[in-house]
């Protein structure tokens, strides 16, 4: 069984500042770990995900995220948050041999000007 | 290239009313999913279909039926609406590859925002 926790539903930062959301999993199987974001009244937009290769993933609009298996973590970061960067974003989870995605309650990006 | 298409994009029913939810994918994925999309909720699970023919329930499936009519499509049916049931509907649709799990991913419908009155 594969599950997911977002610390935090809303984060608020300045612009230009430093943006970490946090993702923790558990995952019965290798897990695929992935980031997206959906701005208002859109679908669903893949940022970047894990599968099983480099632990340190980038993604696009500069955002990255780093598999820590010690810590069952993949937090989002980005260096210098950016007005467009606003947004809702969900970490997910599957795994080899899982077939379900499951995703966690998402976290609110806020950016202060 | 449409990837992930719903259909319709809005709707309003009244309680007890009955409606499908249609989604089509063109990207030969084995697995479809229906997410419902709730505030504070993130997307829960409704339903899911690992493969042509299957069908699984997720962490919500009380209310809703599925149909996974062939690979490309996969339906949801609300048999007789409930307000609780307003929510955004999304339709998705991945290929979770063993051999290149590098190709993994999850692809997604705009959604259907379905108000039930």
């Known amino acids: 069984a594969q599950s997911v926790t977002q610390l935090g539903s809303h984060v608020s930062v300045s612009e230009g500042a430093l943006v970490l959301l946090r993702c923790n999993y558990s995952?019965?199987?290798?897990?695929?770990l992935f980031w997206y974001v959906q701005y208002p009244n859109q679908g669903l937009q893949l940022l970047l995900k894990?599968?099983?290769?480099?632990?340190l993933v980038k993604g696009i609009n500069g955002f990255e995220a780093e598999f820590k298996k010690s810590e069952t973590s993949f937090h989002l970061t980005k260096p210098s948050a950016h007005m467009s960067d606003a947004a809702e974003y969900f970490c997910?989870?599957?795994?080899?041999?899982?077939?379900?995605?499951?995703f966690g309650q998402g976290t609110r990006l806020t950016i202060n000007p | 290239n449409a990837g992930v298409t719903q259909t319709p994009k809005f709707q309003v029913l009244k309680t007890g009313q009955s409606m499908t939810l249609q989604c089509a994918q063109d990207?030969?994925?084995?697995?479809m999913y229906w997410y419902r999309q709730d505030p504070g909720m993130g997307l829960r699970l409704i339903y899911y279909?690992?493969?042509?023919?299957?069908?699984d329930k997720g962490e919500v499936p009380n209310g809703y039926n599925v149909s996974r009519l062939n690979k490309r499509e996969f339906s949801l049916r609300l048999e007789s609406a409930a307000p609780s049931q307003t929510s955004v509907y999304f339709c998705?649709?991945?290929?979770?590859?063993?051999?290149?799990?590098?190709?993994?991913?999850?692809?997604f419908g705009q959604g259907t925002r379905l108000t039930v009155v």
């Open positions: 997910a989870v599957t795994g080899r041999g899982a077939q379900k995605l499951v």
């Open positions: 279909s690992a493969s042509e023919g299957t069908t």
């Open positions: 995952s019965s199987v290798p897990p695929y």
């Open positions: 998705a649709s991945s290929e979770v590859r063993g051999s290149y799990p590098e190709n993994t991913e999850a692809f």
């Open positions: 894990y599968t099983s290769a480099a632990t």
């Open positions: 990207m030969n994925h084995n697995s």
